[in-house]
């Protein structure tokens, strides 16, 4: 009896750490956005969200519909985002992508990244949008090169998902 109960422990050790991972790279590139940036105009990119994005372009069937909820919540509490956007648009992407892997023939590197591309700049729009409904401003051009920075570093975070993927599953 002691035998399997071992066993059982085991695979809930193993079960919890193949969930973790992903969520705690998601959480640690929110958490990035903490760091003290002096900068006329947003250029940091959205890191927590590109990691999510990276994660879901690995492994889709990684994230349930729901995960864009918590995660996008943290996100926005520690980016200063007005409260409900990244879980918003969290959301609607996981709903968008999921929509997309029913009707998609096939994928590649650069489909990936043009839709990478396509999504966070749409992303980043929205944000300032959603911002600026809850009293900000509403300024496209000073984003443009956190835009150029997060399309450009794309292929990097895809890298370094597939890295922790490698590492999470030969634990």
């Keep these: 009896m002691s035998r399997l109960h071992g066993l059982d422990e085991n ?10 991972i992903p969520a705690a ?12 940036l002096i900068a006329q105009a947003p250029i940091l990119p959205p890191l927590g969200f590109m990691i999510f994005l990276g994660w879901r372009f690995l492994r889709p069937q990684i994230w349930p519909l729901w995960a864009g909820l918590p995660l996008g919540l943290f996100d926005d509490l520690m980016s200063g985002n007005a409260i409900g956007s990244g879980m918003l648009l969290w959301t609607a992407t996981l709903l968008a992508f999921d929509l997309a892997d029913n009707r998609a023939m096939w994928r590649d590197y650069w489909l990936d990244w043009m839709v990478a591309t396509a999504v966070l ?18 300024l496209i051009a000073p984003l443009l090169p956190q835009i150029l920075v997060s399309i450009l570093l794309v292929p990097l975070l895809l890298r370094f998902c597939a890295l922790l993927d490698s590492w999470r599953l030969s634990l």
Excluded: E, K
Excluded at 11 to 20: P, V, Y
């Design 11 to 20: 695979i809930t050790a193993m079960r919890a750490r193949l969930s973790l």
């Design 25 to 36: 790279s998601v959480i640690a590139g929110s958490l990035v956005s903490l760091v003290p």
């Design 121 to 138: 700049t749409l992303y980043i729009v929205l944000t300032m949008a959603l911002s600026a409904f809850a009293g900000g401003g509403w």
